[in-house]
């Protein structure tokens, strides 16, 4: 064992952490163990989106994980701006065609059980995956306290666990980032510790979504040339997943007061809680229901809906840290947003890329692991921060909520969400990695 770094254990096996397990198996000196809480991968779930940006960090690990995820989706890898999403004006008898959002390059869709499929498939054999293991706390060492003393992490079944470093992955309830929250808030004066605790509960952000996956093959037997069948259309958001097999169905619903405040320091004082479980089973007839009087093209694909959920969409509050210590958070932990740029997954593939590169720097060890932390976290917490407020913007663009005209709408929306085509992660890893090497200073990238 005298060959091995570190130890790293992740907490949560959701797109972020299977990306952070995938990228750190290819460093033969770091030791992984992945802590899911469900106890298996099954195939419920959504679809997912996976813009150009993100997509290049995935090609990074390897032609064959490429090759898997343009399978499982559908598509072929291009650079050329293509058609990505269809805007129309459906709230009305006649729809109103808006504009179409061009991309450099496909946005990727998955139904999120085959994406985790895809990357469970390449792990290496040495990154062991425990299932049902919900985090309920760890504890660390004192940054100030000397040797090589484990984290120790306590599950709710139990058992206990040990690692070097810890990452919380798991997602927007963290048990990770409340812990980390407590550690960062001791010590602390009264009013910076009351503004680190509120960071703990995710906010609700006053948007609300139904949710439902609709059989193409339902769907086709009704209107064989829908355009849901084809190309993604928003607001509703549909588009087909597995490749063709199911639609994925998302519309929402906005309080334009509380989306306007969702990432204040202050929102917790004052904003309700969502009234309700975050998530709820709904029939056919309440998934159609927020939707009647729409157009008539959008008849046959709420015809098609068997059953659905509701969400309240809730995000977390813009951190005063993703790291503590021997312990960081990625993902939906450190920065939950609105999905109104469908942006989310791809921040927790980034997080996770970057995470492990500082990880397998060759100057980074046990003694000098907290340094490569607060490297990862100077330079993705400004970006990710800077996403969720062009996600949470975009959500008022698509439901008519800002004093933009139709005729520019369409040239707003873009310039808000080009960086995910146009921009690339390289820059942040060469920044980080200038940084562990003693030259350079992290920057908001967005």
Not at 137 to 162: C, E, H, I, K, W
């Amino acid at each position: 064992m005298s060959d091995i770094k570190f130890r790293v254990a992740i907490c949560g096996g959701g797109v972020g952490g299977l990306t952070l397990a995938l990228t750190l198996s290819k460093y033969p000196d770091i030791v992984v163990d992945v802590y899911e809480s469900t106890a298996n991968y099954s195939d419920i779930g959504a679809g997912v989106g996976i813009w150009p940006r993100a997509f290049k960090v995935l090609r990074k690990l390897g032609h064959d994980v490429e090759r898997d995820l343009l399978r499982a989706a559908g598509h072929k890898w291009t650079e050329e701006f293509v058609p990505a999403i269809n805007y129309r004006k459906s709230d009305q008898p006649k729809g109103e065609q808006i504009f179409q959002l061009m991309t450099k390059g496909d946005l990727m869709r998955f139904h999120r059980s085959d994406f985790h499929h895809v990357l469970l498939s390449h792990i290496s054999p040495s990154c062991k995956v425990h299932y049902g293991k919900r985090l309920v706390t760890y504890t660390q060492p004192l940054p100030s306290s000397r040797g090589n003393s484990p984290v120790t992490l306590s599950f709710t079944d139990g058992s206990t666990a040990t690692c070097d470093i810890l990452v919380g992955a798991d997602g927007v309830r963290s048990s990770v980032r409340a812990c980390m929250m407590r550690e960062m808030a001791a010590g602390s004066s009264e009013a910076r510790a009351k503004a680190i605790l509120s960071c703990i509960e995710p906010v609700w952000s006053g948007a609300t979504a139904y949710r439902t996956l609709i059989c193409a093959e339902k769907l086709r037997a009704r209107d064989p040339n829908h355009r849901a069948l084809k190309e993604p259309t928003q607001f509703f958001l549909v588009y087909p997943i597995s490749l063709g097999k199911y639609i994925n169905f998302a519309g929402f619903a906005l309080r334009p007061e509380l989306v306007r405040t969702a990432y204040q320091d202050d929102a917790d004082a004052t904003r309700p809680a969502f009234n309700g479980s975050w998530v709820a089973e709904l029939s056919a007839a309440q998934v159609a229901q927020p939707f009647e009087g729409f157009e008539e093209e959008t008849k046959p694909l709420l015809e098609c809906v068997d059953r659905g959920t509701l969400w309240g969409v809730h995000t977390v509050k813009h951190l005063p840290a993703h790291n503590f210590g021997r312990v960081a958070i990625l993902g939906d932990a450190a920065h939950a947003m609105m999905p109104f740029q469908g942006s989310g997954a791809g921040q927790g593939i980034e997080d996770a890329y970057l995470l492990a590169t500082v990880l397998g720097h060759k100057s980074t060890t046990l003694a000098t692991v907290t340094h490569a932390l607060s490297v990862y976290d100077k330079v993705r917490r400004p970006f990710s921060a800077g996403v969720a407020e062009r996600s949470r913007r975009n959500g008022q663009l698509c439901a008519l909520q800002e004093d933009v005209g139709l005729k520019e709408l369409g040239e707003v929306i873009t310039k808000n969400w080009e960086w995910a085509w146009l921009s690339e992660l390289d820059g942040a890893v060469e920044e980080a990695t200038q940084m562990l090497e003693g030259g350079g200073t992290a920057r908001p990238l967005l």
